[in-house]
């Protein structure tokens, strides 16, 4: 058998405890009642194989630049405003740096399937 099974078995049988990681441990949690004041370095764009990334960050509303509150009102509105294009079934919105006051940001998106050809026979 295979030696990360047998470990798994010896660690059951022991009582010992076995705990996966999830992404989500990695993730920051942010103080809601201490918002910062931010400039806007950089937006990028992941997942998105159809839609243009710079329309994406213009319907988010993000503009290099411009200051925004981390958290605040800017990121749901955001979000919100990508929901209803109806064009995604996941959007997220990341801190990916901070340096100083300038925060770079990226939206991850998921499209929704589409259909990319057909065919009739008769």
């Known amino acids: 058998m ?13 009582g010992g405890t076995v705990f996966a ?3 989500f441990d990695t993730l920051a949690i942010l ?3 201490q918002p ?5 370095g950089g937006v990028t764009v992941t997942g998105a194989n159809f839609s ?8 988010a509303g ?3 630049g411009e200051k925004i509150r981390i958290p605040g009102a800017d990121i749901p ?11 995604f079934t996941d959007v997220q919105i990341y801190k990916t740096k901070v340096e100083d006051d300038v925060v770079f940001l990226e939206i991850a998106v ?5 259909l990319s050809g057909h065919s009739y026979k008769m």
Request: proline share 4%; glycine share 2%; aromatic share 8%.
């Open 77 to 87: 509105r955001a979000v919100k405003a990508l929901w209803k294009l109806r064009l």
């Open 31 to 33: 103080d809601y009642s």
């Open 110 to 114: 998921l499209e929704r399937p589409r």
């Open 36 to 40: 910062q004041e931010y400039e806007i």
């Open 21 to 23: 990681q999830t992404p």
């Open 62 to 64: 993000f503009k290099v």
């Open 52 to 59: 243009d990334d710079n329309a994406i960050v213009s319907i």
């Open 2 to 14: 295979n030696k990360g099974i047998l470990l798994l078995i010896a660690l059951t049988l022991a």
